[in-house]
């Protein structure tokens, strides 16, 4: 077999020949035979001659080859209490059966149709069924307010909203149908209806143009797979965050099938019959790439997780869906390790559950710290694997490849390119970087299959926002360098870089050195405003359970070793003088720490609660400390 570099070479040096031969590892309806469509840049198509369908690739070829008995998606929710599975030829049927209700209620190839539910399984069944289709389907996070959910709805223009009752977030019953009934109303693009699945936790009460999921399923006939062009699209998910007209990052059919399909096996180690847990939600990419398409697309099985981290009920239940589905690659974000590591910073839950299939543990979503990193190595004694990609990217941009050959692990950094990445450093004047010294983080274009080829009907902001920087290059709005051997060092977004005294330093840096100390949970660092030296940096960290910080003099003490070990670690350039021991940082949904939230308040702006906030009251008690009243 061939090694890593051989590979990465021949995808970069031929990457026509490299992606057709990776595209035959699917059904088409028409056979591609031409790989990329480069007339107009930066609008670049791949397989533009090809067509399929994408629901068929992850479902009906694995039933026509005779492989409908294996278990394609398992359903667990220690927030309900159930579990349930399914059989490729039993999901096939229901998505099949699903799309016969999207049909019946007009949905044909090109509408679309949004999807806001949780975390059952009819949520990856109802983006299945508009696939078969031919349907592009955009997942709103379950739970999203009614604003947010309707300046969606107006972007995309669906026929049809799928929809729940309600959610279940922890140990809180979220009722869905009065947020999209609200969302529905200052909408100025009506859909012309809503399909509400009923769960016994709440049930809605349904009104003129809202139909019953279970009533209607069981009336449809099932539909047949609806080829459509590679280059149609297969969603369009909006990006966490946005103000005022969202970013619809548009995802291709043909390209996103085929990336799915290689990275499967040569990234992540999973083939058919074997397991993946990916524990993120369907609304975040991670979700549409690892828990949905890519797993099927490889004839894997699934898990489907209803629950948290931690406190449902307890930092075991990720041991005990590894047990349970003998998973071999389990796959979250470092924000869900350093949850079980302040809960359970000795990792006494493993003892309690058989986790010897577990091979890898792939980690991506925001910056690995290196004690994470660390914690979660000595514990497992496997394979800690970071990677690095974005919802724009579809999947990784680097990684360490653990199907084709497992690579020296460096703390810190996601390893390598993946293959068609063409990954440059380049200075504020566009010169390339030397290796180890800081910049912008770009690809050269064009990019690879699977990553987005526009923005919902917006070229010109896609070209804006994402091409102009750098001629002939993607700007990933993420700073950092690479090294001497190539691996890739993300230190954080540009934004996340501070100027202090004129000197350019990482927040993300800073933050390596606060979570190396053995108190600390995790921590984040920004870079405030400062008349003398432009911007300082405030460190800000949560303290692992069972740690005393009550105990006389502990916070100064405390305070005192964090800014020496900065000192030491980084220099007194870095001027941390101001940590703050706080009991929880505001997250997003998906994990990823609000620094610039959190800067804008310590700056003294009024900062609009971000829609995509997990959880409101820890900003409003960290806005006090954040503004030092």
Same mark, same amino acid.
């Given at each position: 077999?061939?090694?890593?570099?051989?590979?990465?070479?021949?995808?970069?040096?031929?990457?026509?020949?490299? %992606?057709?031969?990776?595209? *035959?590892?699917?059904? %088409?309806?028409?056979?591609?035979?031409?790989?990329?469509?480069?007339?107009?840049?930066?609008?670049?198509?791949?397989?533009?001659?090809?067509?399929?369908?994408?629901?068929?690739?992850?479902?009906?070829?694995?039933?026509?080859?005779?492989?409908?008995?294996?278990?394609?998606?398992?359903?667990?929710?220690?927030?309900?209490?159930?579990?349930?599975?399914?059989?490729?030829?039993?999901?096939?049927?229901?998505?099949?059966?699903?799309?016969?209700?999207?049909r019946?209620l007009?949905v044909?190839?090109g509408?679309?149709?949004?999807? #806001?539910?949780?975390?059952?399984?009819?949520?990856?069944?109802?983006?299945?069924?508009?696939?078969?289709?031919?349907?592009?389907?955009?997942?709103?996070?379950?739970?999203?307010?009614?604003k947010?959910l309707?300046?969606?709805?107006?972007?995309?223009?669906?026929?049809?909203?799928?929809?729940?009752?309600?959610?279940?977030?922890?140990?809180?019953?979220?009722?869905?149908?009065?947020?999209?009934?609200?969302?529905?109303?200052?909408a100025?693009?009506?859909?012309? =209806?809503?399909?509400?699945?009923?769960?016994?936790?709440?049930?809605?009460?349904?009104?003129?143009?809202?139909v019953?999921?279970?009533?209607?399923?069981?009336? =449809?006939?099932?539909?047949?797979?609806?080829?459509?062009?590679?280059?149609?699209?297969l969603?369009?998910?909006?990006?966490?965050?946005?103000?005022?007209?969202?970013?619809?990052v548009?995802?291709?059919?043909?390209?996103?099938?085929?990336?799915?399909?290689?990275?499967?096996?040569?990234?992540?180690?999973?083939?058919?019959?074997?397991?993946?847990?990916?524990?993120?939600?369907?609304g %975040?990419?991670v979700?549409?790439? #690892?828990?949905?398409?890519?797993?099927?697309?490889?004839?894997?099985?699934?898990?489907?997780?209803?629950?948290?981290p931690?406190?449902?009920?307890?930092?075991?239940?990720?041991?005990?869906?590894?047990?349970?589905?003998?998973v071999?690659?389990?796959?979250?974000?470092?924000?869900?390790?350093?949850?079980?590591?302040?809960?359970d910073?000795q990792?006494t839950?493993?003892?309690?559950?058989?986790i010897?299939?577990l091979?890898?543990?792939?980690?991506?979503?925001?910056?690995?710290?290196?004690?994470?990193?660390?914690?979660?190595?000595?514990?497992?004694?496997?394979?800690?694997i970071?990677?690095?990609w974005?919802?724009?990217?579809?999947?990784?941009?680097?990684?360490?490849?653990?199907?084709?050959?497992?690579?020296?692990?460096?703390?810190?950094?996601?390893?390598?390119p993946?293959?068609?990445?063409?990954?440059?450093?380049?200075?504020?004047?566009? =010169?390339?970087?030397?290796?180890?010294?800081?910049?912008?983080?770009?690809?050269?274009l064009?990019?690879?299959?699977?990553?987005?080829?526009?923005l919902w009907?917006?070229?010109?902001?896609?070209?804006?926002?994402?091409?102009?920087?750098f001629?002939g290059?993607?700007?990933?709005?993420?700073?950092?360098?690479i090294? =001497?051997?190539?691996?890739?060092f993300?230190?954080?977004?540009?934004?996340?870089?501070?100027?202090?005294?004129?000197?350019?330093?990482?927040?993300?840096?800073?933050?390596?050195?606060?979570?190396s100390?053995?108190?600390?949970?995790?921590?984040?660092?920004?870079?405030?405003?400062?008349?003398m030296?432009?911007?300082?940096?405030?460190?800000?960290v949560?303290?692992?359970?069972?740690?005393?910080a009550a105990?006389?003099?502990?916070?100064?003490?405390?305070?005192? *070793?964090?800014?020496?070990?900065v000192?030491?670690?980084?220099?007194?350039?870095a001027?941390?003088?101001?940590?703050?021991?706080?009991p929880?940082?505001?997250?997003?949904?998906?994990?990823?720490?609000?620094?610039?939230?959190?800067?804008g308040?310590?700056?003294?702006?009024?900062?609009?609660?971000?829609?995509?906030?997990?959880?409101?009251?820890?900003?409003d008690?960290?806005?006090?400390?954040?503004?030092?009243?």
């Amino acid at each position: 077999m061939a090694g890593y570099e051989e590979i990465f070479r021949s995808s970069v040096e031929d990457p026509a020949g490299f %992606w057709l031969r990776a595209a *035959e590892t699917l059904d %088409w309806h028409v056979t591609p035979g031409t790989a990329l469509d480069d007339s107009n840049p930066p609008f670049y198509r791949w397989f533009p001659d090809g067509e399929l369908n994408v629901a068929h690739n992850a479902l009906d070829r694995h039933v026509d080859a005779g492989h409908g008995d294996r278990t394609a998606l398992v359903y667990d929710s220690p927030v309900t209490g159930s579990r349930r599975s399914y059989s490729y030829a039993e999901l096939r049927d229901e998505v099949a059966r699903f799309a016969g209700v999207l049909r019946d209620l007009g949905v044909t190839r090109g509408d679309r149709v949004v999807i #806001y539910m949780p975390m059952v399984p009819e949520a990856a069944i109802a983006m299945l069924a508009c696939a078969r289709l031919g349907a592009v389907h955009s997942v709103v996070f379950g739970g999203f307010a009614a604003k947010e959910l309707a300046v969606r709805i107006d972007d995309a223009g669906p026929k049809v909203v799928v929809s729940a009752s309600c959610g279940i977030e922890g140990k809180r019953v979220i009722e869905y149908k009065p947020l999209l009934d609200k969302a529905i109303e200052l909408a100025d693009r009506k859909p012309d =209806a809503t399909v509400i699945l009923q769960r016994e936790q709440a049930t809605a009460e349904l009104g003129t143009i809202d139909v019953d999921w279970a009533e209607a399923a069981a009336k =449809a006939t099932p539909a047949e797979p609806v080829p459509v062009r590679s280059t149609d699209p297969l969603y369009v998910l909006y990006t966490s965050g946005t103000t005022g007209k969202p970013k619809g990052v548009v995802r291709d059919s043909g390209g996103y099938a085929t990336a799915l399909a290689w990275s499967m096996p040569n990234i992540y180690d999973v083939g058919a019959g074997e397991t993946i847990f990916t524990a993120s939600d369907v609304g %975040w990419v991670v979700g549409h790439s #690892y828990i949905v398409y890519g797993p099927l697309l490889a004839g894997a099985t699934t898990v489907l997780y209803e629950g948290k981290p931690v406190g449902t009920p307890d930092a075991g239940q990720f041991w005990r869906v590894v047990a349970e589905n003998r998973v071999t690659s389990l796959f979250t974000a470092p924000t869900a390790f350093r949850a079980i590591k302040k809960e359970d910073p000795q990792g006494t839950f493993t003892t309690q559950h058989d986790i010897s299939s577990l091979k890898y543990l792939f980690l991506a979503g925001e910056r690995l710290d290196p004690e994470t990193y660390r914690w979660a190595s000595e514990l497992l004694g496997i394979p800690v694997i970071d990677h690095w990609w974005q919802t724009e990217t579809g999947w990784p941009i680097a990684a360490n490849p653990a199907g084709i050959e497992l690579l020296e692990i460096k703390p810190g950094s996601p390893t390598r390119p993946m293959p068609g990445w063409d990954i440059r450093v380049l200075g504020e004047k566009g =010169a390339p970087a030397e290796p180890g010294a800081d910049g912008a983080i770009v690809a050269r274009l064009p990019l690879p299959p699977g990553a987005f080829p526009t923005l919902w009907n917006d070229d010109e902001r896609y070209v804006n926002s994402y091409m102009k920087a750098f001629d002939g290059y993607y700007l990933t709005g993420d700073g950092g360098h690479i090294d =001497a051997d190539g691996y890739i060092f993300v230190m954080g977004r540009t934004d996340d870089v501070i100027n202090v005294a004129g000197h350019r330093l990482s927040t993300g840096g800073m933050e390596e050195v606060l979570a190396s100390h053995a108190d600390v949970a995790e921590c984040a660092v920004i870079g405030v405003a400062d008349t003398m030296k432009g911007q300082i940096p405030r460190g800000f960290v949560v303290l692992k359970s069972g740690v005393d910080a009550a105990a006389e003099g502990y916070e100064e003490r405390l305070r005192a *070793e964090l800014v020496q070990l900065v000192r030491d670690q980084i220099g007194a350039v870095a001027s941390l003088k101001d940590v703050a021991i706080v009991p929880a940082l505001p997250k997003t949904r998906s994990g990823k720490i609000l620094r610039k939230t959190m800067r804008g308040i310590a700056d003294g702006a009024d900062e609009a609660v971000p829609s995509t906030i997990d959880d409101a009251s820890v900003l409003d008690t960290l806005r006090p400390i954040l503004r030092r009243e």
